[in-house]
Structure formats: C-alpha cells, structure tokens
C-alpha cells in the first residue's frame, strides 16, 4: 500500500463575498429483434435491478429478473449492465464473495446477452430510486498507519470523506483528499485485479462476453461531488434538494488545504493571491472555499470575481482529477485478460436551472462540479463548459496511463437523454429546465473531442410517457440519435423492468431498437 502523509493546519475560514462583494409478461415483442448493430445507437443495453434480494434462494424476484432476460434478448438487447457493488463483493479486505455475480452473470449470458459489469465504488441508498441499502466495505474508511523514516505512527482516522459548506458528512463515495484517499485508490485497483482474475478463468470466464466495464467515479457512480444529497436535507431553505443550487463539498481539513495550496501555486505566494483577490493582509490560513455560501451565489461572487472564478475552476479540476485517478487504477488493473475490454464513466446530466431566465443558472452544474466558471461557460466555444470533462476522457481514451501504448478506448455515459426543454416548472418546483439543450450540449462538446458519447435516461418513471415538446418521455431520445451522424453512440435504459414488461416502455423500446439499431 502507498504511504500517505500529511499536515495539520488550523484556519480562519473566508468569507471572500462579505469581504469583496454583497408488471413483466412473455409475450412476443411487438418489434422484430435487431439482427445488427448498423443504426445510430450501436449498443442497446438495459440496466439490471440495483439488487436482486431473493437470488440465494430462486425467488419471485429472480425469478422475474430471469425470465426478463429472455425478453430483452428477443428484444434485441445487446448487454445487461450490472452495479458490482465493492461492499457487497468484498466485505473484508482482500476477502471476495463473488456468488451474487457468478449467478447473475450466468443468467444473463445464457440468456444470450453479454454483460456490462459497473465497478460500484459508491454506496446505494442515497439517491433517487434507490430501493437498497448497500454502504462501502467498513474497512474503507479504517485508520490509516502512516509511516516514515522515524517509523510508523499510531493509526490516523482517514479524511477521503465528503464535508459540506454546512459542514454535514458524507460516505457515499470516496473524496480525493487527504489521509486514506491513496490507499482507497489502490483498494479499487486491488478489487479490480481480482474481479480480472476470477472473471477470466474456468466456469467464469467471461473475457468474451463483456462489453464494456464502466467505471464509478462518485455519487450514483457519476463523475460529481455530492452536491444534491441527503446529507444536506436538513438545511433551511433546503439548497441541496431538487431543483435548488446544490451545496458545495469540498469543506474537510485535507480539502481546504488543497484550495489553499492550489491558490498559492497559481499565483506564486500568498500575497500574489491576496493581490489577485483584492484582499489586503491576506495569509495562508485565511485561504478557504466559500463561507458566506448563499451570498456567494446569489451576489454572483461565483462568476463575477476572481476568487469565486478560482474557487469553482479549482472545484472542478478536483472532480476531474479525481475521475482521472480513478480511470487510472482501472486501465492498471485491467492489464491483462480484460486489457483491450472498453471503459467507461459516467456524468450525470444536471438539467435544472439550465434555462437563461434562471436566477441562478447553471449554479447546480457548478455544484455539482462538472462545470467552472473561470472560462465562458454559457458558450459553445467551451462546450458550455463541458470541454474539460472532454479533455480528460478524450486524454485517457488516447494515452492511457502513459505508460504502454493504450488498449482500453474510453466511452462517456451522459444522463437525461429522455428530458425535454423548457421546463420552468416541474411538479411545482421552479425547475428552469433546458434538459434537451444540455442533451445537445455535452453531445456537441463529445464530438468536437473525438469522445464517443453514449447516453441514459435519468428516471425509469419517465419510459412511461412517449413525450412532447414539454413533457418527458422517448420523443426526447430519440432527438438525440437523430443527428446525422448522430452524436450518441448508445443507449442504456433505466431499467430493465420497464422495457419487458407491458405497456408504452415496452412499446417505444422496441420502436426505438427497430429504429436506431
């Protein structure tokens, strides 16, 4: 394991805005099944349940899952993505129980599709549709040893945990700061390593079977901070809640000394970055993310001074930078049955407070981190933000780890596809939602880098509806692979259950595959 070091700094937190500013049947499918993958939409994939309770025992719900398998591939499904989930595979360190998946992956393959496995480095429970309640290993965040050339100190409590600006905690996924955040990532990469091995031989040796391997980066096993979950549920005003800004989460010891160095690299000295700031007396431990957090956004500060463009550019390449150490640990574990298997990682699409009448627009992105404000985010000639994210996957995609010459192309998972735009109002809620033209966006950005997008709808409620130019519904996905060429390379629907059963997800779903597969 990789050794960890690290500092211990009191600070004084800064308020840089105060200081600078203001059910399933067997019928027959009413579409004939794909014979090709020739259309737009190369892949046809569904998403299997987050968790199957009763498969030890051949229950109801297996059973079901079972028989919709039968119905997918009649369909003309390609593969069934499936979340490995690190805590339920490996409850001990190094100590693997792979039975659920040498089960579930046996079903799927003999029922003619192939399989795309989801390294789960994330909990589930936390976000909507969650129906189970699977945490990270507890040894994850187990105190760390850190030694040195005196020798090894007494345990450290590890700090790769999320804290928000409300200084509420989070486990659901890893952060990338501070002691532990090395150590998880050779956890991952040890898990991966195994889950190669006892994949690629004997009884389970599916090295022909997997389409691809997509990757967790975060929340949901989405590329973001946790900036509209549970942990802030409890704040007045609830700003983490759908469809308001999101809370920022980048407050933790290990975090606020990362902006702090970050700042002073960039500038050169602290009083270089007192004097880009404009705050005079300036000193290190005054260096901190926003706390002023409302008037942060709502004064503008995040967008109009050079602190909240630095703020929010630095928030964003952590993200990125962590997506990359993450991809990173998954391209050197799969280096050898499963080295020229295909990755993936997944951005989710942050679609409220899109629209320009928005009083804060674009706040959720930033938030969320998949977007800084320190470049022209409302224009095309960034993505609309977007290029960064780009930039990384097109770079894993074409160098790799650096080291050997690339095996694994890099695909990118973008959600919402099934949203439409316009939507000022959602259930109520002032939602100023321009879903489509995000849609549009990231796509425009994917194809300008060379990235091979492929795309998700967000809710599985949402197959229900065939949509309208102001409701949701399959009419907005297939806007999206109705470009020529059409800028997403694949679909994957949330879920399975609601493309085999009875009824229009069925109906569209297979429209869809008769269409742009």
Not at 26 to 54: E, K
Not at 452 to 481: C, M, P, Q
Request: proline share 6%.
């Amino acid at each position: 394991m990789a050794i960890r070091t690290t500092l211990t700094r009191g600070g004084l937190a800064l308020a840089a805005t105060a200081l600078l500013a203001a059910g399933l049947t067997a019928a027959p499918p009413t579409a004939p099944p794909a014979q090709a993958a020739s259309g737009a939409a190369q892949t046809v994939n569904v998403m299997a349940p987050l968790w199957i309770s009763d498969w030890a025992t051949d229950g109801p719900e297996w059973r079901s899952f079972v028989s919709s398998l039968s119905v997918a591939e009649s369909q003309g499904v390609d593969a069934v993505a499936m979340d490995v989930w690190w805590g339920k595979a490996e409850p001990t360190r190094d100590g693997y129980d792979w039975g659920y998946y040498d089960k579930a992956f046996k079903a799927i393959t003999d029922a003619g599709l192939d399989l795309v496995p989801l390294m789960s480095f994330h909990r589930c429970g936390d976000n909507v549709s969650d129906d189970c309640w699977i945490p990270l290993p507890d040894w994850v965040w187990e105190p760390e040893q850190i030694c040195g050339i005196a020798g090894c100190a007494a345990p450290v409590p590890v700090e790769d945990y999320w804290v928000s600006e409300y200084g509420n905690t989070d486990y659901e996924s890893p952060s990338p700061w501070g002691v532990g955040a090395q150590r998880t990532l050779d956890d991952m990469r040890d898990f991966m390593n195994a889950f190669e091995t006892h994949y690629s031989a004997g009884a389970t040796d599916y090295r022909s079977r997997i389409q691809e391997i997509t990757i967790s980066g975060g929340p949901a096993g989405e590329l973001r901070y946790p900036s509209y979950a549970k942990h802030d549920s409890k704040v007045a005003g609830d700003p983490a809640g759908y469809p308001n800004r999101g809370t920022f989460q980048s407050y933790g010891p290990a975090a606020v000394r990362a902006f702090a160095d970050w700042a002073v690299a960039r500038y050169g000295s602290v009083a270089g970055v007192g004097t880009a700031w404009g705050i005079p007396g300036l000193t290190y431990s005054m260096i901190s993310p926003p706390t002023d957090h409302e008037r942060f956004i709502t004064s503008g500060s995040y967008k109009s001074i050079a602190y909240g463009r630095d703020f929010t550019r630095w928030y964003s390449e952590s993200l990125l930078q962590h997506g990359r150490d993450v991809m990173l640990q998954a391209i050197k574990a799969f280096d050898g049955a499963f080295a020229s298997v295909p990755l993936g990682i997944k951005i989710p699409g942050v679609h409220w407070q899109t629209m320009t009448s928005s009083p804060m627009q674009r706040v959720p992105e930033i938030a969320a981190g998949l977007v800084h404000t320190d470049q022209a985010y409302t224009s095309a000639s960034t993505g609309h933000g977007y290029d960064g994210v780009m930039a990384m996957v097109h770079d894993l995609d074409v160098h790799g780890d650096g080291g050997v010459s690339p095996t694994h192309h890099i695909n990118l998972h973008f959600t919402a596809l099934e949203m439409p735009d316009g939507r000022e109002w959602d259930d109520g809620k002032h939602a100023y939602s321009d879903a489509a033209s995000l849609v549009s966006w990231v796509a425009n950005s994917a194809a300008r880098a060379g990235v091979t997008l492929k795309g998700e709808n967000a809710l599985h409620e949402n197959l229900t509806s065939t949509g309208s130019s102001t409701t949701v519904g399959w009419s907005h996905i297939r806007d999206a692979f109705s470009g020529t060429p059409s800028p997403y390379a694949g679909l994957t629907v949330l879920r399975i259950p609601d493309v085999t059963g009875t009824g229009v997800g069925r109906t569209e779903f297979e429209r869809f595959i008769r269409d742009f597969h």
